[in-house]
């Protein structure tokens, strides 16, 4: 938690002004700013493994390396360290996984909130169990169209009929908390709803 919290307040040095967040995607200088699904007020910062970050991965190792271990095997890289912004405004992303459909899990995502994270402030949401079969990638992201991938996360009914799966899990959290997730598990980013942004 301190952790988290000295990686917001030294903002300044790890994240570049606000001002740099630009609306015109054609300006984003790749080095500076990843690829994220639904780009109206989200942002993908990617962070420089500057001191308090590499403090705050040595802190989240040990509590994740165990399950990561147990769905990767021992030979793991580090693929992508970045902190998703979501200002005020940030609309609902559509439903999706970070990867294609693979029999065998290929990646899996740590998501560490850096402030407190309610239902308000555009939590992640994940359809839990969605990784386990292709049946689901293939009704939502091959054949869904987006009135589909929209209803699965509104409607609670539709979604168990669809899928069959376990309700819908809003990952609503303590500063410093994880969340986990396979990369083909089905989830998106919330509604973005009050004032200040939500950087996890
Ligand atoms: O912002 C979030 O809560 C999730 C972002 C995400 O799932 C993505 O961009 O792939």
Redesign the pocket.
Known sequence: METALALMEQGANVMPDTSQRYHDTSQYDPNCWG????RTN?W?LKLRLCPVVEKALREILPSVHGVIDAILGPKTALVELAS?I?DPG?PS?LL?A?TLYTVNAEMV?V?VPLQDIDEHM????MLPQTHTSAEHWQKVIKNGGPEVRKRIVSDPQFQHEELGTPPLML?TGATGTGFMMDSRLL????VRQRQNP?L?
């Open positions: 690829n994220v699904h639904e989200r993908d998703l979501s940030a992303q999706h970070d995502t998501f555009g939590p992640t949401n990952c989830h998106c980013g919330g939500r996890s």
